[in-house]
T-cell receptor, first 114, second 112 residues
Framework: SAVISQKPSRDICQRGTSLTIQCQVD?????MFWYRQQPGQSLTLIAT?????????ESGFVIDKFPISRPNLTFSTLTVSNMSPEDSSIYLC???????????FGAGTRLSVL | GENVEQHPSTLSVQEGDSAVIKCTYS??????FPWYKQELGKRPQLIID?????GEKKDQRIAVTLNKTAKHFSLHITETQPEDSAVYFC???????????FGKGTHLIIQP
């Protein structure tokens, strides 16, 4: 398994501002993923962050709204830009340890936008 | 992309009884079939998985069965206990380093 640290664990933000969420892993991983979980809903993949290349975004998610950085094999950030109340969700990072599909999740960032 | 359906959305069982949750998928290329458990306020955690070269896998009180022909797999929990109360998600996968497509989840409630 892996130890995944995600910060902040929660935040309350004003609309129009941006928040950057950090994800740190205790081992080098090629693939990191970012998910959104709206209240009472399932998880939806936002993007895949591969070190050394641009993130790949899923349908409905764009780089201007959710810019992602992947500076090295143990760290990634997701920024939620120009926030609105509809962005209130839990954001989770996950990693694939190269074991064919098994993913491990961070504890999530609970974001509330006022 | 993968179309995943999960049933039921809510399941209430008496403590000690069994629970079964079913996941149907569309992509015939899927070959990895995990179940994740998410307790309230916690992260999703893998509880059991199966690959397409086997039909059933057991781990103590939980089991997963796979019917690749019909494109569905099921989670079975026997002798349910209060700590089994959680939301369970399936996430059928092609087995490569891709992100997961989750089912909508099943809220399992264990009645004392």
């Amino acid at each position: 398994s892996a130890v995944i640290s995600q910060k902040p664990s929660r935040d309350i933000c004003q609309r129009g501002t941006s928040l950057t969420i950090q994800c740190q892993v205790d081992s080098q991983v090629t693939m990191m993923f970012w998910y959104r979980q709206q209240p009472g809903q399932s998880l939806t993949l936002i993007a895949t962050a591969n070190q050394g290349s641009e993130a790949t975004y899923e349908s409905g998610f764009v780089i201007d709204k959710f810019p992602i950085s992947r500076p090295n094999l143990t760290f990634s950030t997701l920024t939620v830009s120009n926030m609105s109340p509809e962005d209130s969700s839990i954001y989770l990072c996950s990693v694939d340890l190269g074991r064919e599909g098994i993913q491990y999740f961070g504890a999530g960032t609970r974001l509330s936008v006022l | 992309g993968e179309n995943v359906e999960q049933h039921p959305s809510t399941l209430s069982v008496q403590e000690g009884d069994s629970a079964v949750i079913k996941c149907t998928y569309s992509d015939s290329a899927s070959n990895y079939f995990p179940w994740y458990k998410q307790e309230l306020g916690k992260r999703p955690q893998l509880i059991i998985d199966i690959r397409s070269n086997v039909g059933e896998k057991k781990d103590q009180r939980i089991a997963v069965t796979l019917n690749k022909t019909a494109k569905h797999f099921s989670l079975h929990i026997t002798e349910t206990q209060p700590e089994d109360s959680a939301v369970y998600f399936c996430a059928p996968h092609g087995g490569g380093a891709d992100g997961l497509t989750f089912g909508k989840g099943t809220h399992l409630i264990i009645q004392p």
